[in-house]
Nanobody, 123 residues
């Protein structure tokens, strides 16, 4: 499956962005997730949503500010990002989970990485 992320851009601190990820084929049987990678840093887990919409998991750094959702009819997953901070600046990637839910934090257990979408938060 091929994934395409979109919706990134430049926003001031405190602002909001909504990222979208569309798949080339049906992904309703897979957990989906978002990761991000800042320059010079490792790719890190942001959020994941199970194939049925629950459970959902967030990194501590985004909990309460970001919301992940999915629309299986459209083969899409979304990331609503509110109260953005400069430290949220990164390229954001969506992916399909290949491993079990217990390994959701490990990027090696995810695949079909898209090209990413750049989010820049200015202070």
């Amino acid at each position: 499956v091929q994934l395409q992320a979109s919706g990134g851009g430049l926003v001031q601190a405190g602002g909001s962005l909504r990222l979208s990820c569309t798949a080339s084929r049906r992904t309703s049987s897979y957990s989906m997730g978002w990761f991000r990678q800042a320059p010079g840093k490792d790719r890190e887990f942001v959020a994941a949503i199970s194939f049925g919409g629950s459970p959902i998991s967030y990194a501590d750094s985004v909990k309460g500010r970001f919301t992940i959702s999915r629309d299986n009819a459209k083969n899409a997953v979304f990331l609503q990002m509110d109260s953005l901070k400069p430290e949220d600046t990164a390229t954001y990637y969506c992916a399909v989970q290949l491993g079990g839910w217990h390994s959701k934090d490990d990027p090696r257990r995810w695949g079909s990485w898209g090209q990413g979408t750049l989010v820049t938060v200015s202070s």
